[in-house]
C-alpha cells in the first residue's frame, strides 16, 4: 500500500507544482481553488476505476487485460490488434511526456539557477540520471519512491504554509462568481495537472491485490491534491489573480517572497528547487519505465532494459523539439488532452465491457487455465 501510494503520489507531484496556480487563474480567477479541489475529486474517481479494473485482471497490466475483453480465450490474438492502437497511445503519451517533462525542468533550472549552463546539458543530465533508475526492478523503484516521498512532501507543505504569512484575504474574494463555464473549464485543465496516476495500469501487474491496494490509490491522489489546493490559494491570497496571470512559474515567485522563520535560510528557492529536482526525478523516471515496460508487453519482448537504451536520444530529441517556452506549453496542453482520454475515459469503457462481457481474469488450476 505505500509503496504503491508513493509512485502515484511522486509521479504528480512534478512539474505541475509550478503552473497549476497559474493555469487555473487563467480560467476561473479568484474560485481557482475550487478547480483544485474538483481536479482532485475527478483524479480520485479516475483512480479508483483502474484500481478495480487491476483488481478483476490480478497480476495483469492494461495489456494484458485489454486484450482479454476485446478478445477471447480461444484468440488472444485479435484482442491483441484491437488493443493496439490504445497501446501505442499510451506509449505515445508516456514518451512525450517524459521528453516534455525533462524539458520543462531544463527552462526552470537554467532560467533560474544555472543561467549559463547549456539547456542540453541539464536535460542529458535528467534524461541519463532516469535511465540508471529504471535499469532496475519494478521492487527498487517502489523502494526509491517511497523513500523520496517525504523528502519531497514535507519541506513543499512547510514552503506552502509559511507562504501564508504575506497572504491577503481579499485577494481570494469573491470566492466564486459564477462562471460556471469558466469554472469547467479551469477543472479540464487542472485534471491534466494530475495525470500520472494512469501509469498504475502497469504497476498494478506487480502489486498485491486486495483492499488496502484501493485506500493505497486515494492516499496517493489525496497527497499530492492537498498539496495543490494549498499552493493554488497561497498564490492568489499572495499574488492576486491578475498577478498570478502573468506569471510563468507562480510557485517559484511565491517561494521568493516566503520568509522562514527565524531566517533559517535566506534564499528559499534554493531548498525549494532542490526538493523539486527529487520530484521531477521521480515523475520522468517512473514514466520512463512506464514507457519501456508497455513497449515490452505490447511486442512480448524479454526485457525493458534495451528498450530503455533506445529511448534515451529518443527522449532527448522530443525535448528539444519545443523552439520556445510558448510552444512548450502548447504542447503539453495537446498532451494533456490525450492523457485525459487515457486516464479518464479508457479505463471506464474497459471496466463497462469487462463488466458487460462478463469477463475477468485468469486463474492457474491444474495446469490448465480457468476464468476466475
Sequence with gaps: MRQSSAIIASTLIGVGVLTLPRETAE?????????????????????????KLSNRFAGQSIVGYTTRILGTAKHPLVGRILGFPLFMALFLFWAVSTALVART?????????????????????????????????????????????????IPVLVIALSSLQSARLDNILPLFDGNWKGLFKSIFFTSTSYLGFELMTVFYAHAETGKKRMT?????????????????????????????????WPTLELVKTTEVPGLILERLESAFLGVWVAAVFTSVGNMYYATASILRETFKLRSHRWIA????????????????????????????????????????????????????GYAKKNGKETKS
Excluded at 242 to 248: F, G, Q, T, V
Excluded at 328 to 355: C, D, H, N, R, T
Design 105 to 153: 525542468f531544463g527552462e526552470v533550472v537554467i532560467t533560474t539557477v544555472l543561467t549559463k549552463t547549456p539547456l542540453e546539458v541539464i536535460i542529458s543530465t535528467m534524461l541519463l540520471t532516469s535511465f540508471v533508475f529504471v535499469m532496475y526492478s519494478e521492487e527498487v523503484l517502489a523502494r526509491v519512491n517511497e523513500i523520496l516521498l517525504p523528502i519531497i512532501v
Design 309 to 360: 537504451v533506445i529511448l534515451l536520444p529518443c527522449f532527448y530529441w522530443l525535448s528539444l523539439f519545443p523552439p520556445n517556452m510558448q510552444k512548450l506549453f502548447e504542447y503539453q496542453k495537446w498532451s494533456g488532452y490525450l492523457g485525459i482520454v487515457l486516464a479518464f475515459v479508457v479505463p471506464v469503457l474497459l471496466l463497462v465491457l469487462s463488466m458487460i462481457r462478463g469477463v475477468s
Design 216 to 248: 493505497g490509490a486515494m492516499v496517493g491522489i489525496a497527497i499530492p491534491g492537498f498539496i495543490y489546493v494549498l499552493i493554488v490559494i497561497s498564490g492568489i491570497s499572495v499574488f492576486g489573480v491578475d498577478e498570478m496571470r502573468l506569471l510563468a
Design 27 to 51: 480560467s476561473v480567477g479568484e474560485g481557482a481553488w475550487i478547480a483544485a479541489i474538483s481536479g482532485t475529486l475527478l483524479a480520485m474517481l479516475a483512480m479508483a476505476v483502474i484500481v
